[in-house]
Structures are given as C-alpha cells and as structure tokens.
C-alpha cells in the first residue's frame, strides 16, 4: 500500500477534502519555521490533548443550547475535526484512535437515536434540538473523517458510514427539506454538511444532492420557520441557490454581516472541499468570484475594533477576530490573489487555519508580506443581481468617525423593519446605536439563548432604528410577507471627495402614500475642523401624519439649547410597534428653529443639532417598559416628533466633538461647533441647507432630489444667489 | 558672583525650594542617559516652547471654572512653572524672560485686581472665582519665581514681590481667613502657597503663617462653606495642624482618595520645599512619617486599574497616573526608603518631576531596580488618632475579587452617610459600585462644573449606598453637624489567611436605637472554586423598623430564582432622603428561604444569593426619578426589603463567577454556584452561617459579635456539634 502522504495524484487519496496529502506534505516541511501555524498547531494539540485525557463524554441528546448535553455535542464535533487534523500533521497514531473511538461510539448510538426531545425547532434534528446544529457536527466530522480514513479497515468504514454518516446525511436532508430545502443560512449548513461528507465518501448522490437540493421536495409555498421567515416560497434549493440568491454581486449577504460571518463557515469550507476534490466546477469563480468577494465585504462591515455592524438579527461583539473568519480569510488569501491586507488581519487574529491555506497565510506572514487592511467608503449592493438596495459605508479620517446606512431588502426572516436607517461610529465606540437583536446567545438563562419575544416586539420594529416611523406603525405595517417584496432604491452614492461623501436613497413602499428620501453626507472639512454627519430626510405623504425621528445615543445628557419638563412618573410613549416598550423621560417644552442637545459617553462630547419647528417635540425616551423578564438594555433615545405634516424635511448634524479626561479633569472642545442650520430651498428637485459654525462659517449643500446623474449640470438661483455645479449635490 | 549653580551651601542660593542647585547640576550630568527623564523633558519642552510661540495671554478674570479666563489662568501656572524649570535645566534664557515677562504683567494686572467676579464662593478669590484656584497658582508660580530669582534684578525681585507675591499671599491668607485658617484640603493649598513663596522670598512671616496658621483670627465656629462644612470648629490652623488632623497614623485622608490626591501636591510639594529649604524641621519625619505613609495608603485605594475609589465626593476614573501623584511618588521614593515598588508605579505613570526627586526615579529605573507594587488587603484607620474607624481593603487572587468596606469618621464636607457600606471590584470592572459624586468637574455644562444639588439629594444619601437604610433616612438624619461626632468602630480585621479574609465593625449612632454589625469575609476556599463575599449584617434595635439593603449593580438581569411583577409606569420609591431619585423597576412577589438574582455586565456573569423571609421583599429600582437636568446615571440595584422588624440579620453570599465571549459565544460558568445559605445561629455572642454550593460541598462561618480577641478560645454549640476555635471568627 501506498504511504498516505504519497497519494497525492489519486483522487481517492485521503485527506484530500480540507487537508490535501500534498498539503499534509508541505506543512510537515515547514513545521517549526512558520511561527503562527506553530503557535496555532501547539494550541490546539495543547487543546486535544486534555480532552483525549478527559476521556470521551457521550451524553444522551437533551438539552437546548447552552446546556450540559448540546455543549458537550458541539464540543465533540470541534474536537474531532482538530484530532483528526492533528493525526494528519504530527502523524501520531493517539489521535486517529481518538477519533475513530469518538466516531464509533456515535456511531452506536445513532442508530437508534430518536428525534431530539426538545421540541421548539421547525426542524429538530438528533443529536441537537434542530437540524441546524446536526449539520455543523456532520460538516466538522466529515473533515475528521477524511483525515483518519486510510487509517480506518474497509469494515470500519463500511459500518460508520452506513450506519452513521449516511443516515445523518439523509435525515437533515431528505426527512427535513423544510430545513435543506430552501435558501436560508441554515440550509447552507445542511448543503455543506451533506456535500462534504459525500465528497469524503464519494458518494456521488450526496454531492449532487448538496449542490442542487432535493430534486422531487415537496414543500408548502407558504409555511414559515420559528423566526417568521418563509420556508420555500420559490422553490430554490442547494448550494449554488444558497450562493446565488442571497450573495450580491458586491459580496454583500442579504441577512447582513453577523449571519454572513456564520455563513461564512460552510460557504468557505465547502468551497475549498470542492475546489480540492472536484476543481472542474472552478466554483471560486462562480458568479464572478462572489465567495472571495464576500469576504472583503464582510471584513468592511466591521467597525474600527473589527467588529461586525450589528445590522438585522446581529449580537454587537461578533467580530473579524471569530474562527469563521479565519478560514474565510485563509482561504480567501490562498485561493484568491494573495491580498497582502488579509495577512495583517490574519495576524490580528492570531491563529491561521491547519492546512494548506492556513499554511500560505504562515508563509507569507513569515516573510513580512502583510500591509494594513485597507477600510474604505464602500457602497454595497443587495440582491442577487445587486438590484435590490444596499448598505453604504461613509468613513473619514482612517475610521475616525464612520456612518453605516442601510437601505437594503428585507434580508431574510432575519430582517429588521429599518428602511433608510443608520448608525455612526468613531473610533472606539458606537455614536448612534444600531440596536442589534433581542437574544442572548448561548445564554440559557436568557430563553435558551434563542430569540426573546421582544426581538419581534421591540428590536425589529422600525422605532428601534435611527430612522423615521409614520404614524406609529412599522415599515410595511411589520408585516414580513410585504416587507419582503421591496427594498429602498439608491439615489447615489459619492465617496470620490473625501471632504463630503454623500449617500442618499429612496423608500415609497414602507408607508403607502408617502416617499422618503434621506441624505447623509459626511462631512470632513478643513474650514469645519473634525469630520460630522449632516442628515437630511425628505418625505412626500398624500395624508397629514406624525413623524417620529429617534437617535440612540449613549451615555448621558450635557445640555440642550432648549427647556424640557420631566414627568412625575414614567409612562410608556406608545401601545404597540415597539412604542410600548419606550418611556418618555422629558418632553421639550418649546423649540426655536434650532434645537440642540449635547451628551457625554466615555468620555466624549458629542451634539445633534436639528432644525426644529415650533410645534416639534424633542423627546427624551428610554426603553424598557413592558419588558417583564428585563430582556432589554435600558438605552435612551432623543426623538424628534412633528404632528398633523405632510410634506416635510428633517435636517440633522450629529457631531463628536470633544473628549474629558478624568485623570487631569479637562475637557477639550465640549461644545457644539455649530450655531445654526438652515433650510435654504427645499422643492421637489433640491433640497440646500445652510451650516452656520459658531466660529462664522457658513457652508452651502445643495442636493439633487431628483436627478442623480452625476454628468447633468443643475443651476439653482436661491435669494438672489445663483448655484451652478454638476453632479449629484453641491457643497460649499 | 557666583555660578548660580556653583551656590549649594549657600542657603539663600536659588533654586532652592523644588529643583536645588545640586541637583541641577546633577540633572545636567545626567541629561539624555535617564530616559524616562529625557522624554518628560522633551514633552514639557515642546509644551512650553508652543506656548512661548502663541504669546502671553492675559484675560481679565471673570468666569467660572470651564470658562476661558479661569482655564487660561490656570494653565498660566502651570506654564510658568514648567518654563522655570526648563530655564534651570537647560540653561536656555528665553524661558527666564518668558517667566519674567508674564510675571510682569500678572504684577500689573493684580495690582489694581479687584475680587473675582463670581460671587458663589465663600472666599472669592482674584484670579480666580475662589482663593483655592488663587492658592494653586501661588504654589505654582512660587517655584517659576525660584528658578528666575538670580536671573531678575534685585528691583525686579522688588516690584514682584511687593506689588504681587506679599499681597497675593496676604489676600488668601489674612483677607480670608475663612479659607485659610481651617482644617481642610483648601486650607492645606493656601498654608503651602503662602509657605513656598515665605521660603523663596525668604519671608518668615509667611513661613510661620503657613505652618501655624494666623495667629489671631477670629473666626465663628459654626459658620460653614458652601459644601455645608464647618469652616473652623476648634480654631486649629496651619500646615502642620493640616497634616496632624485629616491623616491618620496608617496614612488614610479623612476626606478619601479623591481628594487625598488632590491634596497630595500640596502637603508633598510644600514638605519638599519645607526640607530642602528647612531640613532642620524633619517634616517627612512628622508625626511618624505620615507624608511618606500617606502615599503608599493612596496607592492601595485603588482598583487593579489604578483607579481611586470613589469613596465620598470622589469622581471616579481618577488615578494614580494623575500628576499629583507623580510628584507623590517621586518625592516619596527620593525622601523616603527608595521602595522598588514605587518604580514601577512611576514606569506606569510614564514620567517624573524634572526635579531632584524625578532624578532619583529615573535613575532607579535607568538600573533596572523596579519591582511590581504590592496591592495587598490592608487596614487604614481613620482618625488624626486613629482611633475613628476606618477603611478596609480585602483582595483576593492578585486583584482578582476586592472588596472595599467603609465604616469611617463623616470625612468632613466631603463626607457621605454610608456607614459600613462597600463596594466590590473584579480584575477590570466595578462589581457593586459606590456611585460617586453628582458633579461632572470642569465640564462647564453641568453647572460650572460644580456639586450639583442632587450630590446632596442622592448622591450623599444612604440609599445611594450599599449598605442599610432604616426607616427611609439616612444616617445621622443626614445632619452633618452629627454625623461629624460619630464613627463607626472596627470589631475586627483579619487578613493573615487567604483562604478566608474578614472585616467586621459596628455603627451604634447612625440610628439612634439600632446597633448595626457588618461583618463581610472575602472567602477563597480551593474547595469551592472563584473568590466570593460573604456578607452578614446584623442589626439589634428597640423598634420595629422597615429595611432596606440596595446592591447597585451594572448590566442586564439574568436571571432570578422567584418570580416578579413589573408595573405598568415607573413611580418613585419614596418621597426624600435620596428615594425620591429611584424608580421602582420590579417588585418580587413571593420569596422562598434564598433569593436568587444573576445578572451579566461587560461579558461577565455574576450573582447575589441572600437569606430571605417569606414577606421580604427585593426590589429591582434604577436611579433617575426626580432629575429634572439628567444629573444622575440610570444605574441600577437590587434591594431586599424588610419591613416591620426589630432585631435581624441580613446573610448575602456575592459571586464573580464565570464569562461570555461574543466572539466565541461560549458562556463558561454562567450559573451561581451557590445552592443555599442558612442562617444556623444568630446569637448576641455568635453568628454562624452555612453555605451550601450546587456541588454539594458545605462550609460554615461563625463569627464572634462580641469578642473581638485574637486570643480568646471559643466553644459554641449548634444542633448538637461542638465547634471549638481560637479568635474573632471559624471557617470549615
Ligand atoms: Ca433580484
Ligand atoms: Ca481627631
Ligand atoms: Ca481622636
Ligand atoms: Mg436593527
Ligand atoms: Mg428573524
Ligand atoms: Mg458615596
Ligand atoms: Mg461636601
């Protein structure tokens, strides 16, 4: 028999899935000259080596996530796969024994194993409550399987593949196509779970079955998941639907950036199994190269700690710094052009992945190739065909202050009701928040670490969001079957001038009968000093209604140029549509044409100055009413209220402008720059506002409504004053 | 003449007072060898070298601190201090003229300078709105005038010093003898400006004003200052009756590290001063050394960040990296016994004086003699005698769990009713905090940056401590005039095992009628995993009272072991005495033999477990109820209730014990290991508590309430066994 390092030619040669027999060769070479494959390979033998002494934990599936049974699960799968790796690298017999004994022991187990005992899941799965976490074990395992392969009898691959890798290959799929059949993150997971294991027992039926879905599924156009998402509405399935549909051309991933980090996993792992065993599908070049674009991307939509904008269903923590990261970033770095910027993320990291794209991401560390990950201004298409809206990222100052405004679809079951929204963010914190999700994942106190009733009740409403709510209600009255027929359409996107970046885009379908049209422009201009967000928002309605206009800062109140009263006791702002989870703090008592409000937060100074009318409010809120199991952060909220209007423009400037040190108790700059903004013309074609500093400068915008060419040349007479330019807006 | 480096036996050589000549001459020798002198240097050189470029600035004062006048004057001291030295150091002219051409127009304007403006203090300075800022700038600028003497003409020294320096002097001394003639940090800073301008103008008139006081003032003994402290009970007055009253014996200030540190300049500045310039008076040898141990005191009150604890009106984020305690460590390595300790504080601080002292620092650490400080569980009596309570520090696991027990003398005006209340920190975080001061200093904002009313509506009060509130008062009624006769009295203290530390004293006054015992041991048992607090506080009275025992927590309920109800709107808890400022989040409704309640701040996952009875109750309140100006942090607390109740005793258990990472989103630890705690006998002479854990293992603390003997042997006998121990207190 062939040694199995020598096999590499042959495409039954084992490991070939992740792992390749050349990879296993190469890396053996290098081992102990790439200092972060060492430190990582060391970590991790340092790692199974105290589960092999621990012993083999095999508890009888009963648990939601976070207790004992699933934890010890997941656990198992993760270390399998890493002893399976290391059997392979340090080609030490201890640990093939321990995977083959782990893998047997399931293996007797899963034969009689009944559906897992918890019951919430639209798809329960065995040996975890859904079928979701079934998949990450068979996507984990099968690596470990293909790494002690040709170290297993052809019996012993014979028993744990009929009795165990098959039937848990059929049971997530074809028992549950309500879960494998449809485009959905989980699904990925299923596809990959499937194609993987297929791929390692070339088991043809599985890996056509991964790629292309359940051929002859029959599933209920309208059933829904545990989230409230449609199961199958059109009938796409397998992996390349999953990569099709829910990836842009731009690499942006319709769920947003904390599901896409988790989908990143299967995406990339399956992509590099099928690039290894099946190269003729050339599937890193599917759709123009849309897996390693993802990844850019996502690396994008992080903030300047690398953490992940928490945009729809995200957890605010979730970082670039996360294991699926690391592969994606390894795997992007070997299998795409050897972008220098993803070495020095890679080192951030710190790990690599332990096999060969892990092993060109060590060398080229080694020899000083990295250059700093380059954070830009991006514009972010969503859709399949990049026709469905977007996510814009504004950034100034090598991340100093960074807007993130979405105007996207409705991204999945996972969306949330926040057409035109925004958060902003310097460099160390969050400016104005984006709420994230009502779930505290893996916590079991917290629900079972699932989604909390005020996910749906609270952090998905639109009120939730830095954007406008009409009448009380949520876009598209919250209802998701609406929502997911429409997205906001770009009206342009500018980030050429790094002395103003401007985004704008339009939503009519979120409130029938009227138009929005926000603009947000980052401004960093020398004659200004530090770089600001001036917001404009524009609505067109057939009917008078009540706006309301939130920003979610931080921290606590400085001063306002206005008086405000406090009630005695506090009552909720509203009874539904997330306003019942909302006390009202304070309530201005009467507004001139500017109003301002200055807040501290860790020590920074910041300021929005709105213009004001004089039957505006400015409220003072703060959620967590109706909140019985506490499950909400008690954030606090300015929000602008205009009553009984139609047509109307809201115009913002949110500053941060200063900084206090507690040590030497100084503050510098702890006042706004601004002293007034004005409304200059604002008709159905522009809207131009005048920033007044309290330094006297006065600086002009002038945006087009209307027009978004970026060739037409507009020519504006206002009080006198003509305004000529070409483009999109105009600034001054 | 002389060199004036070459006159260091010369007593009337200058420098003198901070720098010496013979230390400039060894400064000069040493330059660009000591390198965390140099870069200090460096640093102070491009400061002033910009300020000498922007020119002189001389405004007219008129405003509070925050505003311009106030900040430019201030930063004028500072300036001129620092340009003095640099003359002496480098030897370079331009800042002697610099110096000189500043103090000129300072002469010119205060000549005919008439009272500052702003009429809010109770001793209106000139420069400045009060004689304290006017003292700093003395203390200040008396060095800048040393380092200048040989460089003015003798009709230059003249015209300074008899139409600015004597009258300055004299304005905060003898014009407001209010100010200076008390026990009292202001006071401490006038005693050293007067004394470091008499010893460089060689005035013994200001010299014996500054260290005895005014000999004849008259002042009323019970007027008070703007805080609601006396200004002069007992007609004591001076330096050296400044350091005789508010230290005690072990170093503590009877104010509290807050404004300890601010003191500190003063009191070490003026002590350099006073030996360079007087060796003959010992004053680091005053009162057994009392300068030198106050420094160590001040390190050991703080948290493993370095950061004070907010004990009284501290604000918090204040830290031993704050200049005034470079020179405090300086000064105290230079003069004191060269503990290696101090180095490493001082590499932490990252720089030094530019003096003799900062020298000596720079050349320890140039040799590489730092060693890490030792935080250490400590005991500081309070008391010029000692003999008035004090502060306890127990720590656990280096830093890893500390505990900061409180049961002191009132702390003059500065003082808070908080009798045996604590605070607990972790590695990085406060656990349950001491909330602090309602101020925001020198954010002009908040009004002026001064006390804010709600320091003395909430932030004094007892409720906003963790400690018992009886009756909805505070202690002493909240009557400083009686709080200031009272201290609470240390039972014991024993910090010798590490297995299980203990701090235990009693309050008899704050209540009239009740007796308080607080006994709380910081338990690091091996048997039963991470340290943890065990408090105990017993309470005998001759009626029956309402209860109230708040822990002010941070972060996000987890998770409790009884139900609860929420209200529908939030009303406050109270009418006055600090619970008209706290909404009432959620009440429990029926409690078992332990509450239960977890909760999750930072990725951190802690827990309070407390014996109950059936018709207590805990309260969930959040702070922020009568705020009309946003002046307080909504943070919240748990609090047990009990009602109609005379003699009883309060049993809570408080945990650190596991984490949350976002990234990985592993929960490790995230349950209470506590199962039950009992009360097993609570006796006049004994309490004796046992705390059972989910892991089955069972432990039991007795401690002696009435004999405090290390010596004393115990026999007590509960159900039946016999315990027999030696000492204040047993554990098994
Ligand atoms: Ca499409
Ligand atoms: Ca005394
Ligand atoms: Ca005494
Ligand atoms: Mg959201
Ligand atoms: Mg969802
Ligand atoms: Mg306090
Ligand atoms: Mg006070």
């Known amino acids: 028999t062939l040694d199995k390092t020598e096999q590499t030619n042959n495409s039954n040669a084992h490991p070939k899935l992740i792992l390749t027999a050349q990879g296993v060769k190469d890396i053996r070479a290098q081992l102990g000259t790439i200092p972060i494959f060492d430190k990582t390979l060391a970590t991790v033998k340092e790692e199974v080596d105290a589960e092999i002494a621990s012993g083999i934990h095999m508890p009888i599936p009963k648990d939601y996530s976070g207790g004992y049974s699933h934890d010890r699960h997941k ?44 019951t919430r899941s639209y798809a329960r799965g065995k040996l975890f409550w859904q079928c979701l976490n079934d998949s990450n074990w068979l996507a984990y395992v099968s690596q470990a399987y293909d790494c002690i392969y040709n170290y297993l009898s052809e019996d ?100 947003g950036p904390y599901y896409q980090r988790y989908a990143m996993y299967p995406f990339l792992i399956f992509g590099e199994a099928l690039q290894n065993v099946k190269p003729e599908l050339e ?87 990295e250059e700093p990950f380059s954070k830009t201004s991006i514009n972010l298409s969503d859709g399949s065909d990049g026709d469905e809206g977007g996510v814009a990222i504004l950034r100034a100052k090598n991340e100093d202050l960074t807007l993130v405004f979405k105007y996207a679809a409705q991204g999945l079951s996972h969306g949330h009701y926040d057409k035109l929204s925004f958060s902003l963010y310097d460099k160390t914190d969050e400016v104005l928040q984006d709420y994230g999700l009502a779930r505290y994942v893996n916590i079991e106190q917290k629900g079972g670490g699932n989604y909390l009733k005020e ?24 209802k998701y079957d609406v929502g997911s027929q429409h997205h906001s359409v770009l009206h342009y996107f500018s980030s050429e001038d790094e002395t103003i970046q401007v985004v704008s885009a339009k939503e009519d379908n979120a409130y029938p009968g009227s ?7 980052l401004i960093y201009d020398e004659d200004l000093g530090k770089p600001f967000i001036l917001d404009i928002m524009k609505v067109n309605s057939i009917t008078k209604n009540q706006y309301d206009l939130p920003f979610y800062y931080f921290g606590q109140v400085l001063s306002t140029n206005f008086e405000y009263e406090t009630p005695k006791t506090l009552n909720v702002l509203g009874s539904k549509n997330g306003f019942q989870h909302v006390y009202l703090e304070a309530k201005s008592k009467k507004l001139s044409n500017n109003g301002q409000f200055s807040w501290m937060h860790q020590n920074k100074f910041y300021s929005l100055t709105t213009i004001t009318n004089p039957n505006d409010e400015l409220l003072f809120t703060r959620i967590g009413a109706n909140d019985p199991d506490f499950n909400l952060r008690r954030d606090p909220a300015i929000q602008l209220r205009r009553k009984n209007t139609d047509n109307t423009v809201f115009v913002s400037v949110i500053e941060s402008h200063g900084n206090y040190s507690p040590v030497t108790e100084l503050a510098t700059n702890s006042r706004s720059e601004i002293k007034e903004l004005k409304v200059l013309l604002d008709t159905e074609d522009y809207t131009a506002i005048t920033i007044a500093t309290v330094n006297d400068k006065t600086k002009i915008f002038i945006t087009a409504n209307t027009n978004a060419s970026k060739k037409v040349k507009h020519a504006v007479e206002i009080n006198g004053t003509s305004y000529n330019w070409t483009g999109t807006h105009y600034y001054k």
Chains 1, 2 share one sequence.
């Open 455 to 478: 996910n749906k009740t609270w952090a998905k409403q639109t009120i939730a969001h830095n954007t406008l709510t009409i009448n009380e209600t949520s876009h598209f009255n919250g």
């Open 283 to 369: 599937i890193f070049k599917y759709k123009d190269s849309v897996l390693l674009k993802s990844v850019n991307a996502l690396l994008q939509l992080s903030d300047a700690k690398g953490n992940f904008f928490p945009l729809n269903d995200g957890q605010k923590g979730m970082s670039t710094k996360t294991n699926a990261l690391v592969s994606a970033v390894d795997i992007t770095y070997h299998f795409g052009n050897q972008d220098a910027g993803l070495l020095s993320v890679a080192k951030a990291q710190d790990k690599v992945m332990l096999d060969d794209t892990g092993l060109s991401v060590a060398l080229g560390l080694k020899e000083n190739k």
């Open 75 to 118: 656990r198992n799968f993760v270390v399998l796969q890493k002893a399976g790796v290391l059997y392979q690298i340090l080609d030490d017999e201890k640990y093939a024994k321990y995977v083959k004994d782990m893998l047997m022991q399931y293996e007797a187990m899963y034969k009689t194993l009944p559906v897992h005992p918890k």
């Open 156 to 255: 012993e691959r014979q028993q744990l593949e009929t009795n165990l890798f098959r039937p848990f290959a059929d049971y997530i799929s074809v028992e549950n196509p309500q879960f494998y059949n449809r485009v959905h993150n989980h699904s990925t997971w299923g596809n990959a779970a499937v194609g993987m294991i297929g791929l390692v027992m070339d088991d043809d039926e599985l890996v056509q079955r991964a790629l292309y879905g359940i051929k002859d599924a029959n599933l209920d156009a309208n059933a829904k998941d545990n989230d409230g998402g449609f199961i199958n509405k059109d009938g796409k399935a397998g992996f390349l639907a999953n990569l099709e549909e829910p990836f842009s051309p731009d690499g942006y991933y319709t769920e």
């Open 515 to 521: 138009e929005l049209l926000r603009t947000m422009a």
